[in-house]
């Protein structure tokens, strides 16, 4: 079991700095150029919008029927406003809920700053190299569970922690 979950953080941490590049690459992009890309059903649409630093997910719904299928836009932030800045945000983060939309949809908006999501990303890969930066440290005849210094312990077990130890590790 311990196995697992040692195999299920490292992809989980390897997931994350993935994320943690793409929206960095994203925060850059945003400072330069205004990206949209989502998806409409019949009567559901879901955008992501990318501009000067924010990152939107707006969901929207109407009774009559959107125009299906994917759609994306990339154009230029020329003068460097974003559609996406508004008064009453705190630290980049907004939400609106029920925003009225002109071609009748009811619109729900949430928008993140990217550094938020950087630091959100970050959170795994940084656990991650402690835990390597902590288990490289350990010296030869320490406790490989929890670092105790084993050395001229010969009974086969960890006085801390309780955890089965080599014999052969221990002797000084």
């Known amino acids: 079991m311990p196995r697992t979950r040692h195999y299920i953080f490292n992809t989980l941490t390897v997931v994350s700095l993935l994320l943690m590049l793409a929206t960095v690459g994203l925060w850059v992009d945003s400072q330069f150029f205004d990206g949209e890309t989502g998806y409409a059903s019949s009567t559901w649409m879901l955008r992501g919008m990318s501009d000067s630093g924010l990152c939107a997910l ?8 959107f125009a299906s299928g994917w759609q994306a836009s990339h154009s230029d932030n020329v003068g460097g406003g974003g559609d996406l ?11 609106n809920n029920e925003l009225p939309h002109a071609n009748g949809a009811t619109c ?10 950087t630091l959100i990303f970050a959170i795994t890969p940084a656990i991650w190299l402690f835990k390597w930066n902590k288990r490289r440290k350990l010296s030869p005849n320490a406790c490989p569970a929890c670092g105790y210094d084993l050395t001229g312990n010969e009974s086969g077990a960890c006085p801390e922690c309780g955890a ?4 052969e590790a221990t002797e000084a």
């Open 108 to 117: 729900y908006v949430l928008v993140v700053p990217h550094w938020f999501l």
């Open 58 to 65: 707006i969901i929207c719904h109407r009774d009559e029927g």
């Open 164 to 167: 089965a130890t080599k014999a």
């Open 85 to 95: 800045e508004t008064e009453s945000s705190f630290m980049g983060f907004f939400w």
